[in-house]
């Protein structure tokens, strides 16, 4: 298993857990204590946790969050795949919704390279900064508190601001996806941004890799209902296939 790999696990499971001992975090990963630290210390630096005596703990913040730098090089192929399927889905003269994701930013960098002329409306300074030189491309973004872990624009006065727009296509993406819970992410602050993309949209597309899958977080985005098109990078199971043929989705893999 990669580093960053790892560290995402650890991320996640003190997520869930509330907290874990370093030694059990290195029986886990089979490394060393001492590696376990440098992760820990490392994850700590990024806002994702706060070390303690033995361990760490999840840190008392509704807008803590992974960093982009962990989750952007976690399943990246499969991040590229959705990405070069969802780019399709793209007209020229188009408005679109790209949210803080970091599979979001994988379809910026496609669409900035094809040098397609569109609207993007973002809250998340790394797509802006991607898209920044290309000309052919229109960025609108809101103003509001600048989240470092995520490098994304958060809070009521982000909200307020994409309210005021409407685009052809949103595309979101999220941690979770389950038959149970609909579209999830960790984030509430999050959440809520990726709501309003989705109701001022005229078409809801759902970014997803196939690791999340019937998995769900804490914070709800949409149900099935909500969303029209999801795009994965596998096959999902037979559950998720009959069920979206059954409520109107269209499914690309």
Do not use: W
């Not at 204590?33 to 005596?53: C, F, N, P, W």
């Not at 020229?92 to 960098?109: N, V």
């Not at 296509?169 to 993309?197: C, D, H, R, W, Y």
């Amino acid at each position: 298993m990669l580093a960053i790999e790892r560290k995402l696990k650890i991320a996640e499971i003190i997520s869930k857990n509330g907290g874990i001992k370093t030694s059990d975090l290195s029986h886990l990963f089979n490394v060393s204590e001492m590696t376990i630290l440098r992760d820990l210390l490392s994850l700590e630096q990024e806002g994702v946790l706060k070390r303690v005596y033995g361990g760490a703990v999840k840190v008392n913040s509704s807008t803590s969050e992974i960093s982009a730098n962990i989750r952007k090089h976690t399943n990246a192929v499969q991040k590229n795949i959705i990405a070069e399927k969802a780019l399709k889905l793209i007209s020229i003269g188009e408005s679109i919704f790209l949210d803080s994701s970091t599979t979001a930013l994988a379809l910026a960098k496609k669409i900035s390279e094809k040098q397609l002329e569109i609207t993007i409306v973002t809250n998340n300074f790394e797509i802006i900064n991607e898209l920044k030189e290309n000309i052919n491309i229109k960025i609108i973004c809101p103003g509001g508190e600048l989240q470092k872990s995520t490098l994304s624009f958060i809070g009521p006065n982000s909200e307020r601001f994409l309210k005021e727009y409407f685009a052809d296509k949103s595309f979101i993406s999220a941690l979770g996806l389950s038959l149970k819970a609909g579209i999830t992410v960790e984030n509430p602050v999050q959440a809520a941004l990726k709501k309003v993309m989705i109701s001022n949209s005229l078409q809801k597309v759902v970014l997803i890799d196939s690791s999340k899958f019937d998995k769900t977080s804490l914070s709800k985005v949409c149900d099935f209902k909500d969303i029209d098109i999801v795009v994965t990078d596998k096959k999902p199971q037979d559950s998720y296939l009959k069920y979206f043929k059954k409520i109107g989705i269209e499914l690309i893999y």
